[in-house]
């Protein structure tokens, strides 16, 4: 049998506890960063608190319906979402991995629930990396500006915008590391283990994850950059304020030596 995943990046966060008291289906697992449910046979919803709802077994009308009741405990729902397709084929002799599926002997709750869980990480890296790329393209700017022109056009309010960017983007993945974990259940079942592992380098999660922190350290180095040179400017725009001030202080006295 063919089964299909279907996973959303719909917002930055969702609220599981007002959805999972909306949503009125028994939950499989559940903790207070996800909500796994299994809704009939070959039929599973996957929700995360980090923005992402996985889908096997659902049709698109049923997806589309879902998402809408989810936005509603959504903080900034995105428009447009990421998203990615996985295929499972089922009653395989033994676990193949292949280029978008992976086929699987037996397709029990836990097993399927891992795959949906590493199909979730990997369009949540989509997006983090999205997200690592627009702020590559905005610190080269600046660096090609400052190479062009000696200097860099970013006032204070502007460059504390832009490490504001960084750091919540860096906090985001910090605070979502959790997702790169293999669960309890992959701990005593060696089976589960073994499957966790092969996907992880299906997706490529690791290799994908360290491209973001290094993309992350090189922003974190320009900005760095970026603030000591914008100190720097200040300082000596200080400094002829200092210097101008003491040039009328000193032209008063004489002027005033003069007059008497």
């Known amino acids: 049998m063919n089964l ?6 719909i917002a930055d966060s969702i609220d599981l506890k007002q959805f999972s008291a909306a949503f009125a289906a028994k939950v499989y697992f559940a903790d207070k960063e996800e909500l796994f449910y299994h809704i009939e046979s070959h039929k599973y919803l996957y929700v995360f608190k980090y923005g992402i709802v996985c889908f096997l077994g659902y049709n698109e009308a049923e997806m589309s319906t879902l998402l809408k009741l989810i936005s509603t405990y959504s903080k900034n729902y995105f428009s ?11 009653d395989a002799p033994t676990v193949v991995y292949g280029y978008n599926k992976i086929e699987i002997p037996t397709s029990s709750s836990e097993v399927i629930r891992l795959i949906m869980l590493n199909a979730s990480q990997s369009v949540a890296l989509d997006y983090f990396d999205q997200q690592t790329n627009l702020l590559l393209e905005e610190t080269n ?6 190479e062009k022109k000696g200097r860099i056009e970013l006032g204070g309010k502007e460059l504390k915008k832009y490490i504001g960017r960084t750091l919540n983007l860096k906090n985001k993945i910090a605070g979502n590391l959790y997702i790169f974990d293999s669960p309890e259940s992959t701990w005593d079942d060696e089976s589960l283990n073994k499957l966790d592992i092969g996907l992880k380098k299906t997706f490529d999660l690791q290799s994908r994850f360290r491209t973001i922190q290094e993309g992350l350290e090189i922003v974190k180095e320009n900005f760095e950059l970026f603030k000591d040179m914008l100190q720097y400017r200040n300082s000596v725009v200080l400094e002829w ?3 101008i001030l003491i040039l009328v202080e ?7 030596k003069f007059f008497k």
């Not at 299909?4 to 990046?9: L, T, V």
């Not at 000193?250 to 005033?256: D, K, M, Q, S």
Request: proline share 0%; aromatic share 12%.
């Open 4 to 9: 299909k995943i279907k996973s959303f990046q």
């Open 80 to 90: 447009i979402h990421l998203s990615d397709e996985f295929d499972i084929e089922t």
């Open 141 to 146: 700017y600046h660096t090609q500006e400052l």
């Open 250 to 256: 000193v032209i008063n006295l004489f002027i005033e």
């Open 241 to 243: 304020v200092i210097i």
